[in-house]
């Protein structure tokens, strides 16, 4: 059998899949941090364009790909599946591996699949400058390409101690023409707030996120973009499940277990949310999201409303939450410390339709570096935490005798992140488990909603 299974760029979906209507229950509404009311259409349009207001409530089941975003996703997609042979025979496992490759795009990551369809639609609605934030820095170089494909300005937040560990991501950002700032900055009256408190505060994606809301909200020609969490940008993200099966349906398997990494959910939604659709029309399908026990959301957290940022400026929204002040140790997988998680992904696992388990670091680049002695390709070390997760159930799979068919999303390659291989191999990487004590201080600061 084949090791790539790669789709002709004429099979790139010519429409994204939209979860809402196929929900466990009813889509939870979002709150207006003013006014702990549901938040309004004119609220939502001080920092989105109205295509993507749209799309984040549409009830429609499938949302047609422009054929001007489907021009662009032909720099780097389809994406191919790979058949892990070398890793299965080094395992020594009857099961099946594979997985969808999300590095090959020009940011290096899924995160390009939603930042194009943002930038096309706030071009669209008139938008010229975009400002928003980065963690890792994978999100902010995909949201500086889209930026340059459509001539609009960019503006990066960038939380610090990545913009520290992380210095070739603000390098791809500046080739790409954006404009970079570590968080929390001086630019913005959340981050001077923020340094006043603590000069050497290392930033957080909540932090970061409050200072492109502020800086978004304050000016007429510049809106907001997030790069995870939000509805739409987890229906961008299918675009990778979509394919997945049609190369699955090639290779002649369907898969006993669905993996990916969960920071804010998007290419779990991604890889996850077409199999979940399968699920619900009756498919035996398992669909496991990998987070680190360093910021254990799904794992740890409650499910209840929230504000998605720190300085309380984004919309509540219901969601598995660690509390929106918490702050997250600067472990390496950057892209991997947010306070939240997507609300369409944590009401399937409130449902228990989808599962979740929490990992240390240490074992996620164990895991990396196997895979990238066998497989070839580097792994970003957000990706890693899939890559764990699908070894665990392969090992499981030996244990028990067991054919299995195991897929799983390496969401990007981790070229810029050798500082974080650099550490691993001298032994500086610490595993750190989240105190229930630190999590549930934060929890007890969670917004009284009335509505
Ligand atoms: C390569 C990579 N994978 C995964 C993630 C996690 O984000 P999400 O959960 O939205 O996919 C990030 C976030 O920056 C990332 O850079």
Redesign the pocket.
């Known amino acids: 059998m084949n090791t790539k299974i790669i789709l002709d760029e004429s099979r790139i979906p010519k429409q994204w899949y939209n979860i809402i209507p196929d929900l466990p229950g009813p889509l939870e509404p979002v709150i207006s941090p003013r006014t702990k009311r549901l938040a309004t259409p004119d609220e939502m349009l001080q920092i989105f364009p109205m295509p993507l207001i749209e799309q984040e409530m549409s009830s429609q089941r499938w949302i047609d790909i422009p054929d001007e975003i489907r021009e662009i996703y032909k720099l780097w997609r389809p994406t191919p599946l790979f058949r892990a042979h070398r890793l299965e025979k080094v395992l020594g496992t009857p099961a099946r591996l594979y997985y969808k490759y999300?590095?090959g795009s020009p940011a290096?990551?899924?995160?390009s699949n939603t930042a194009i369809p943002q930038a096309y639609y706030n071009k669209l609605a008139g938008t010229k400058r975009i400002a928003t934030e980065?963690?890792?820095?994978?999100?902010g170089t995909s949201m500086a390409f889209a930026c340059q494909i459509f001539g609009l300005e960019c503006t990066v937040y960038m939380v610090k101690v990545s913009f520290d560990q992380k210095p070739y991501r603000k390098s791809m950002m500046q080739l790409w023409g954006a404009e970079v700032l570590a968080s929390p900055s001086d630019r913005t009256n959340a981050g001077r707030a923020a340094l006043a408190r603590d000069p050497d505060n290392n930033g957080s994606l909540g932090m970061a996120i409050s200072e492109a809301v502020e800086d978004a909200a304050g000016r007429n020609d510049t809106c907001y973009a997030l790069?995870?969490?939000l509805n739409h940008?987890c229906l961008h993200?299918t675009i990778i499940g979509l394919e997945a099966k049609e190369q699955m349906a090639i290779a002649g398997d369907y898969p006993d277990v669905v993996i990916?990494?969960?920071?804010?959910?998007?290419?779990?939604?991604?890889i996850g949310f077409p199999f979940v659709a399968d699920k619900a029309n009756g498919k035996d399908v398992r669909i496991l999201a990998m987070e680190p026990t360093s910021c254990p959301t799904l794992t740890k957290g409650v499910y209840a409303f929230d504000y998605g940022d720190t300085a309380q400026m984004a919309p509540i929204a219901k969601m598995y939450t660690l509390g929106h002040d918490f702050m997250p140790p600067g472990i390496h997988?950057?892209?991997?410390r947010?306070h939240g998680?997507?609300p369409l992904v944590s009401q399937l696992v409130h449902a228990g339709v989808v599962e979740a388990r929490a990992v240390p670091q240490n074992a996620c680049f164990e895991a990396a570096i196997q895979f990238a002695r066998n497989e070839g390709i580097i792994?970003?070390?957000?990706?890693s935490?899939a890559i764990r997760g699908a070894i665990d159930e392969a090992l499981i799979a030996r244990d028990e005798g067991k054919e299995k068919v195991i897929l799983f999303n390496v969401?990007?390659?981790?070229h810029v992140d050798m500082t974080a291989y650099d550490a691993y191999f001298g032994g500086r990487l610490e595993d750190y488990e989240y105190p229930n004590a630190a999590i549930e201080l934060s929890l007890a600061h969670l917004p009284k909603i009335s509505f």
Do not use: D, I, M, R
Request: proline share 4%.
């Open positions: 999300e590095g290096g990551s899924h995160k980065t963690g890792a820095g994978q999100w790069g995870s969490v940008v993200q990916a990494c969960h920071g804010g959910g998007s290419n779990f939604a991604g997988a950057g892209g991997l947010y998680a997507s792994p970003a070390p957000e990706s935490h969401s990007g390659h981790g």
